[in-house]
């Protein structure tokens, strides 16, 4: 599923120029996976090079530099040495520009920001990643579905890039699989056979929305990953999805992973775990939810961390709402969090409802969130108007 964009990202010459003589780098990046594989993907040319740098993730970051110090925020755009997201997935800025430094980057990692930035390898400016990743024979395209396990249950279960009638539950999940009869090694028509199964649970499911058969999309062909090399997961797909989730469920591990050439079993299941209680977390607050439908969004009410909120939020977005807005709302924590279809300004519109109730909004333009002190029923209702 990739988005329409146009090209706002800075020459990747000029910010090549900077970093090569910064005495210190500070990367901040919003809280997902693009973000997040753009910074890593940075921070691994920075480290190439000998130039110092520190590495943190915010749901709304502002630059943070003191004297000679640069500062780059990686996906909003913010400051003289900001990496948007808005006119190309920033992994595919980060990526040129470590180039620049004179650094082979990982591709792996460039593309996995590609597909958590809703986009599709060798789209919106992701072409040279492509190319690399498979002139080193790191990827080879194929039937089946985009998870980061070897074990199908586990990973299509726990996948936040579909949502299926048995998505959060993997012994359902493993149930549907044993109706295939899938051999041990699966061949081309096992994954042909798999995907199918998944294509059509997603797009029957009870109150599937008429955007599920093609949100699904994004799971199905997946790029695998080469048996031997560094990557830590099965596909790009599933190295998207796990980036995104450890982005706001554990973002020291996020970074870490990003850092990491050549993670570490103990670095891996970490990653897999914490993307594992997300995405199952999330699914559950989807089967929990009640929701309202309104002119242009749909509200879920749910019981969810505020980490989980924005997952809710894209999922109920891209396989339940029959509205370009999904809205994802914790009373508890006061906590909501809104995914769009396109870029309907929805951080500013977050902002603008925090001021109005009493809180903090953030965001960018097809994803935001707003903290409040107390019931954030007033914070839904000045959102609402603002959208």
């Known amino acids: 599923m990739t988005e329409t964009i146009t090209d706002s990202a800075p020459a990747p010459d000029a910010l090549a120029s900077v970093l090569a003589d910064a005495p210190f780098v500070r990367l901040v990046a919003t809280d997902d996976g693009d973000a997040l594989a753009a910074a890593g993907t940075l921070a691994r040319a920075l480290r190439e090079r000998g130039v110092p740098f520190q590495v943190r993730i915010a749901r709304d970051p502002v630059p943070d530099a003191a004297g000679d110090d640069v500062a780059v925020v990686l996906g909003a755009d913010r400051g003289p040495h900001a990496v948007p997201c808005a006119g ?28 958590a930035a809703g986009s599709v390898p060798g789209t919106d400016g992701s072409g040279d990643a492509l190319e690399a990743a498979e002139r080193a024979e790191l990827v080879s395209r194929r039937p089946g579905v985009a998870i980061p396990t070897a074990d199908l249950a586990d990973g299509i279960a726990a996948s936040t890039l579909l949502r299926t009638p048995y998505s959060g539950d993997v012994e359902a999940t493993r149930a549907a699989l044993a109706a295939l009869g899938l051999p041990a ?37 997946p790029y695998a990953l080469d048996a031997g090399a560094t990557a830590p997961f099965e596909t790009i797909g599933g190295y998207a999805d796990v980036l995104e989730a450890l982005a706001r469920e554990e973002p020291g591990t996020g970074v870490a992973l990003a850092l990491a050439a050549d993670p570490g079993d103990d670095l891996r299941t970490a990653a897999v775990d914490a993307w594992r209680s997300h995405g199952t977390a ?20 749910v019981d969810a961390s505020a980490s989980v909120l924005p997952t809710v939020a894209r999922i109920l977005r891209d396989f339940r709402s029959p509205e370009p807005v999904a809205i994802a709302l914790d009373e508890s924590s006061g906590t909501l969090a809104t995914a769009a279809t396109g870029d309907h300004g929805i951080g500013d519109a977050c902002r603008s409802a925090a001021r109005e109730a009493g809180g903090a909004g953030w965001g960018n333009g097809t994803r ?13 209702a000045a959102l609402r108007g603002a959208l």
Not at 93 to 103: K, N, P
Not at 282 to 301: E, K, L, M, P, W
Not at 368 to 380: E, R
């Open 185 to 221: 090694e699966l061949d081309a028509d096992a994954h042909r056979r798999l995907a199918s199964l998944v294509a059509v649970d997603v797009a029957t499911a009870e109150d599937a929305s008429t955007r599920s058969a093609s949100a699904v999309e994004r799971a199905l062909r």
């Open 88 to 115: 190309r997935p920033a992994s595919t800025t980060a990526f040129a520009v470590a180039r620049e430094l004179g650094v082979e980057p990982d591709p792996a990692i460039a593309l996995a920001g590609v597909v």
């Open 282 to 301: 999330a699914h559950r607050a989807v089967d929990a939810a009640t929701t309202g439908r309104y002119d242009g969004c749909i509200v879920a009410r």
């Open 368 to 380: 935001g969130g707003i903290a409040v002190d107390g019931d954030p029923t007033d914070a839904l």
